[in-house]
């Protein structure tokens, strides 16, 4: 329970607000805020604990959301495990050297499983900082081996030295690296990780520029540190060594280009057709699943043909009318779409995705995508996948996330798609274009 500093204060925080207190206990605390999800949280700099000495082990674990954690002194391993927000701040002692190793303040696995909130050291950290990062922000004055390894989310600026094996098995977020000898990639995981000047005169260096003087800033004003403020004094002629660093399984993942390095026309035109008629089957066994109308109950106006809300209509009724036919195939001859048990046939054939239900939806996907040509399959599939990747970072548990680059890059990336395909064509009005003659047949042959 004693075995580390703030620790059970940030589990104790988050029970009280969210599992504890009452609304009417909590409109009495000002400082607690809530989210659109209605998570109770604190406001920036609500509790503050300052420190000094020897920290001791997991300094700041599971940092929440309204907490300022400052420390003079030294820190063991596992400063800010866990942490979801706030900020832990680690200032030097005074003392120590600008030499290699002549002024560490933290030890080894900072930021371990870190999901958000920020950590700002004056100092040097030991291997693995922001190893398994998952969305936290850091500035720090040195690193040893294996920095931002398997890190997933997040943004990490190193001012000073680093070890081997930077960036090793990165697959998200970015790493900001001062490298005036231009030494980091003989030294960085060049299999994990792609590098680039902040300098470079195009939009993602632009905003990556952006994001390190920002970082900077944000860590002079927490530490007063005589590194940031002397970097942000020569900064026209120091940015310029200063290197970023994204992971290669990001860009071929989401570029485009990647995209079309790495698959074939067939690999695009299966990959897409898959997702638009798993899509449509996920919304209607979400509806079911969830007891809710279909498009919460919403009905076109009359004479309103081509809007969106008529294509989720259409394409709803024509995952219903495929799945009464697959339905009615397999149960005897004669048996009526009214019958209970074309009911719970559709139900199973729903829920379990069946393979027959998907090839039939599938076919309908493929005419709908057949005449894109293979560059614009391929900025339909970045689309896609970077919906999916908004989509995920809108579900998240935590909020407390910067990461000012990731954000920066998905409008890089939905820009990009937009200027080869004009405009991104709605996925919804794709599919019901391409099943709207099937489905006229089939009402026919179930009314």
């Known amino acids: 329970r004693h075995k580390s500093v703030g620790g059970q204060l940030a589990i104790d925080i988050e029970r009280m607000l969210n599992h504890q207190l009452d609304d009417a206990q909590l409109q009495t605390m000002p400082a607690a805020l809530s989210d659109d999800r209605g998570r109770r949280y604190l406001a920036p700099a609500t509790v503050t604990i300052s420190t000094s000495g020897s920290a001791g082990q997991s300094y700041g674990v599971f940092c ?9 002194g030294t820190c063991n391993d596992g400063v800010g495990k866990g942490q979801c927000g706030g900020e ?23 930021l371990f499983g870190a999901t958000g909130g920020r950590l700002f050291v004056q100092g ?16 720090v004055e040195g690193v040893g081996d294996f920095c931002c390894e398997y890190m997933t989310n997040g943004a990490i600026l190193n001012l000073g030295t680093f070890g081997k094996g930077f960036g090793n098995g990165m697959s998200g977020g970015f790493a900001y690296q001062y490298d005036p000898y231009g030494t980091l990639a003989a030294h960085a995981a060049g299999d994990s990780v792609l590098f680039g000047s902040i300098a470079d005169d195009d939009e993602m260096a632009k905003v990556h520029k952006q994001a390190v003087l920002t970082m900077l800033n944000w860590h002079l004003e927490a530490t007063g540190s005589e590194r940031a403020a002397w970097l942000l004094e020569h ?19 989401q570029d485009s280009v990647e ?54 209509l259409l394409n709803n009724y024509t995952v219903l009318s495929t799945v009464q036919q697959l339905a009615l195939s397999r149960l005897p001859k004669g048996t009526s779409v009214e019958d209970p048990a074309v009911e719970k046939a559709v139900r199973n054939l729903l829920m379990t995705e069946d393979f027959a239900l998907i090839s039939k939806l599938q076919r309908h996907a493929r005419s709908a995508i057949e005449n894109y040509s293979d560059e614009e399959l391929s900025c339909l599939i970045a689309a ?56 006229a047949a089939a009402v026919g042959k179930l009314s």
């Not at 900064?235 to 993942?253: A, D, G, I, K, N």
């Not at 798993?278 to 699943?289: C, D, E, M, P």
């Open 64 to 72: 929440n959301d309204g907490m300022q954690l400052t420390h003079s």
């Open 235 to 253: 900064w026209e002629t120091e940015c310029q060594h200063f290197v970023f660093v994204m992971p290669r399984s990001l860009l071929l993942y």
């Open 124 to 139: 040097q950290a030991g291997d693995r900082f922001a190893v398994r990062n998952s969305g936290a922000t850091a500035v």
């Open 384 to 439: 896609k996948r970077m919906a999916d990747y908004k989509a995920a970072l809108t579900q998240r548990n935590i909020r407390s996330m910067d990461s000012l680059a990731t954000y920066g890059w998905i409008i890089y990336q939905d820009a990009r798609n937009r200027e080869v395909l004009g405009r991104l064509p709605d996925f919804e009005e794709l599919f019901a274009r391409a099943a709207l003659p099937e489905l």
């Open 88 to 110: 832990i701040i680690v200032r030097s002692p005074g003392g120590g050297s600008q030499d290699t190793d002549g002024n560490v303040l933290i030890g080894n696995f900072a």
């Open 259 to 312: 995209i079309l390095k790495a698959k074939t026309r067939k690999d695009l035109l299966e990959e897409l057709s898959t997702a638009l008629a798993s899509h449509q089957v996920t919304k209607f066994k979400n509806a079911w699943r969830n007891r809710t109308t279909i498009a919460n109950g919403a009905v076109p106006s009359y004479g309103a043909t081509d809007t969106p809300e008529m294509f989720v």
